[in-house]
């Protein structure tokens, strides 16, 4: 299964403002929290419908979106950050691959990670220098098409 993962590198740039960053790279993406009805955060989706997941880092943001709209995480972490010391996460590419199957199962941090059985998703590397990057789906092995933002 194909999930296209769009790029946007601003080296240099606060994780946080890559949020605003991305808001503008990408209108119109829309969230509905299914635990609490916000849509100042959950689960974000293409006006489409098609669900996609977002990930960001210092200078990275990535929006991945599956080719069938079905559930996909993402995320990426600095290649050089350390690992949360937590259960079950024995270096950063273990954690950046639990933040994707969290994302994928639409659960987010608000399960705990020792809880999240070994072997959930399928996985596939981002190439990006500097950075672990993950993209996960729950049902289907995932081949990665990596985009710059601008196209």
Do not use: F, N, Q
């Amino acid at each position: 299964m194909t999930v296209e993962v769009r790029a946007l590198t601003l080296p240099g740039t606060p994780r946080a403002a890559m949020r605003a960053a991305a808001a503008e790279a990408w209108p119109g993406l829309l969230r509905l929290c299914a635990h609490c009805g916000s849509s100042d955060h959950g689960r974000p989706r293409h006006p489409d419908g098609r669900l996609c997941s977002l990930a960001y880092a210092p200078g990275l943001a990535l929006l991945a979106t599956a080719e069938d709209g079905r559930a996909v995480g993402v995320d990426a972490e600095p290649d050089d950050a350390a690992a949360p010391d937590l259960p079950g996460i024995g270096a950063l590419p273990d954690w950046v691959r639990l933040e994707a199957v969290l994302k994928a199962t639409g659960e987010g941090l608000r399960r705990g990670p020792g809880t999240v059985p070994a072997g959930l998703g399928r996985e596939a590397d981002v190439p990006l220098p500097g950075y672990v990057a993950r993209v996960v789906l729950l049902d289907a092995v995932p081949r990665v098409r990596l985009v710059p933002a601008a196209d």
